[in-house]
């Protein structure tokens, strides 16, 4: 897995082995440039939670000398099972050949296209993926990516993400925060969370809330880091709502944000099995989001959210209108939204998922 900080991939897959851990010897392998393991909250996170992780040093892209320290890392450990999570694994598994001599089981998270060499690891992909045992898709459509590329239906699984229970922070953080934020008494807070890339429509979000300028008067919380700051405020400037956006940068612990929120908004174009949906909805927080992905696949639009089309700005600015307008239809989708949440998307029914499909991957091996 490759990964810098507690990614959603990276936050489920700790979450699982630490479920798992008496039935199932986890171990890690990630990739270190430069030391940059000391600083990497996913390394942290996973060694903190008593998991074991092997580092890949690699001295720039594409450095061919990865391929011995995994083939070295791989005989060490001697698995019964291998798993990939993202394009780059994907492809130094099947370049390594290793894939002939364990099970291989890969995790399509779906794309993102914020450079050159992201869009390069996702044109090797297609051949990449040929070659597992077996795939866990994180929603259906990602299934249906993967059938159009050649895999067979019947080597995919569709397991979406979970989420555990968050404990609700004490009242004198959400004040801190609040404070420090210069969040007032009485002004809905907007919350979006996510990576700062195009295809999680922030800018779409900035012009509904042009759009509603005169008819709603909102504060928009702006959660995370990306290549799309400079746009992102950049627009907010340009719009006029500059005092109305604050971008606050990545943050380790949501849980004080979800807690001051209104709403919880997420425009994205495209999305999987998003964690950041499955949080909001287990802490209540009302969600308007958009049809992008798997977010249909957990949401309904009128159940348990409101849902819009892609890329649509009046639409969105009309369901952000409608949540903070009529507070008690918010609390009732919430509600639904945390029940279902309860019913269907808790770790421990995705940890007996998981170690089913590990038995049919390495059979003979006794896993209860």
Request: glycine residues 6%; charged residues 20%; neutral net charge.
């Amino acid at each position: 897995m490759e990964a810098a900080s507690v990614t959603g991939p990276a936050k489920n897959m700790i979450q699982f082995a630490s479920l798992a851990r008496e039935q199932v010897d986890f171990s890690f392998i990630t990739y270190s440039r430069n030391q940059d393991h000391e600083r990497n909250g996913f390394v942290a996170a996973a060694r903190a939670a008593g998991l074991q992780v092997d580092l890949i040093h690699e001295k720039g892209r594409f450095d061919t000398g990865v391929l011995s320290q995994l083939r070295a890392t791989i005989a060490a450990r001697n698995p019964h099972i291998i798993q990939t999570h993202n394009a780059k694994s994907h492809f130094l598994l099947r370049w390594s050949g290793l894939w002939r001599q364990h099970p291989w089981l890969a995790f399509h998270h779906g794309y993102t296209w914020v450079d050159w060499k992201m869009r390069l690891y996702h044109q090797l992909d297609r051949w990449s993926l040929q070659s597992p045992a077996h795939l866990v898709a994180v929603c259906g459509v990602f299934s249906q990516q993967l059938q159009k590329i050649g895999v067979p239906a019947s080597r995919i699984t569709v397991m979406h993400n979970t989420v555990s229970a968050l404990t609700a922070p004490a009242r004198e953080v959400t004040e801190a925060l609040r404070q420090r934020l210069g969040c007032s008494d009485g002004v809905p807070i907007l919350l979006i969370v996510g990576r700062l890339s195009s295809e999680k429509g922030h800018r779409d979000l900035l012009r509904a809330l042009s759009l509603l300028r005169d008819r709603l008067r909102v504060r928009l919380l702006v959660v995370g880091e990306g290549v799309e700051r400079a746009r992102i405020e950049g627009d907010a400037e340009r719009l006029g709502l500059r005092d109305v956006v604050t971008l606050v940068g990545q943050q380790d612990d949501l849980t004080p944000f979800y807690a001051i929120a209104d709403l919880l908004v997420m425009p994205s174009h495209t999305e999987g099995s998003p964690n950041v949906l499955l949080e909001a909805m287990a802490q209540q927080v009302p969600v308007v989001a958009t049809t992008a992905g798997g977010i249909p696949e957990i949401a309904v639009s009128g159940e348990n959210a409101l849902l819009v089309p892609v890329a649509d700005a009046g639409k969105l600015a009309d369901a952000i209108e409608r949540m903070i307008s009529e507070p008690s239809e918010a609390r009732r989708l919430a509600a639904n939204a945390r029940a279902l949440v309860e019913a269907e998307y808790l770790p421990e029914r995705y940890c007996r998922q998981m170690i089913a499909l590990y038995g049919t991957l390495a059979p003979g091996r006794e896993v209860q």
